[in-house]
C-alpha cells in the first residue's frame, strides 16, 4: 500500500504562483511515476502532468504547459507543482497520486492507484 498525502494550495491572484507538495509513503519502490490532475465543480477529472522518477522526465497538458513545472526529490518520496502565471480557469481541486505496480504514467486515471486527498486552488480574477 501507498499513502499520499498532499499539502499547499490556496487563494492567489490572476498571475501570481503557488507550489503545491505530495509525499508518497509505504511500498513506493516499484511506483514508476507521480502524476497531477484537477477537477473543477462541474467538470470531469483533468490531466494536468507528470513525472517519471527513474529519469525525472515530465509530460504537460497543452492547458498548463509553459506555466506549470513538476519536480521531484526522490529521496523524500516526494513532488512538487509549481504554478506560475495562474489563471481563473486554474482554479480546482488539485490531486496528486502514484501509479500502481509497475504501470506506466499516462493522461489518464486508469494507471494511478494512489490518490492524494486534494487540495484546493482558487485563483481570482
Known amino acids: 500500500q501507498v499513502h499520499v498525502v498532499q499539502s499547499g494550495g490556496g487563494l492567489v491572484q490572476a498571475g501570481g504562483s503557488l507550489r503545491l507538495s505530495c509525499a508518497a509513503s509505504g511500498r513506493t519502490s516499484n511506483s514508476y511515476a507521480m502524476g497531477w490532475f484537477r477537477q473543477a465543480p462541474g467538470n470531469e477529472r483533468e490531466f494536468v502532468g507528470f513525472?517519471?522518477?527513474?529519469?525525472?522526465?515530465?509530460w504537460y497538458a497543452d492547458s498548463v504547459k509553459g506555466r506549470f513545472t513538476i519536480s521531484g526529490d526522490l529521496a523524500k518520496n516526494t513532488v512538487y507543482l509549481q504554478m506560475n502565471s495562474l489563471k481563473p480557469e486554474d482554479t480546482a481541486v488539485y490531486f496528486c497520486a502514484a501509479t500502481g505496480p509497475y504501470k506506466f504514467p499516462s493522461s489518464r486515471a486508469g494507471p494511478y492507484d494512489y490518490w492524494g486527498q486534494g487540495t484546493q486552488v482558487t485563483v481570482s480574477s
Open positions: 513525472i517519471n522518477w527513474s529519469d525525472s522526465r515530465t
